[in-house]
């Protein structure tokens, strides 16, 4: 018997810059365990450009801690004057 793995999509970002915004590429399922990866890696985008676009099309499943987890990320990026798309 083969034991299903308790998160079989797990998140992946994939970053890449544009001329007008840093894009950050959402892969697998962003869930609670997840959220943490997520805000470490565009918190400090967000000094860094005016835009960042969030990719949400590859994302299989979103849970209600993913979507605070974007609800955070927006007050943070409206806090340090950036903008924060999906």
């Given at each position: 018997?083969?034991?299903?793995p ?8 994939h ?7 840093i ?10 365990e997840?959220?943490d ?35 955070g ?7 340090a ?5 999906l």
């Amino acid at each position: 018997m083969t034991a299903t793995p308790a998160h079989p999509h797990p998140l992946s970002l994939h970053t890449r810059i544009e001329p007008d915004a840093i894009v950050v590429e959402c892969r697998g399922r962003l869930v609670r365990e997840g959220t943490d990866l997520l805000r470490q890696t565009v918190k400090p985008l967000l000094s860094q450009t005016k835009c960042v676009v969030l990719d949400l099309t590859a994302l299989a499943h979103m849970d209600s801690s993913g979507l605070g987890a974007l609800v955070g990320l927006y007050v943070s990026a409206k806090t340090a004057g950036c903008q924060l798309q999906l």
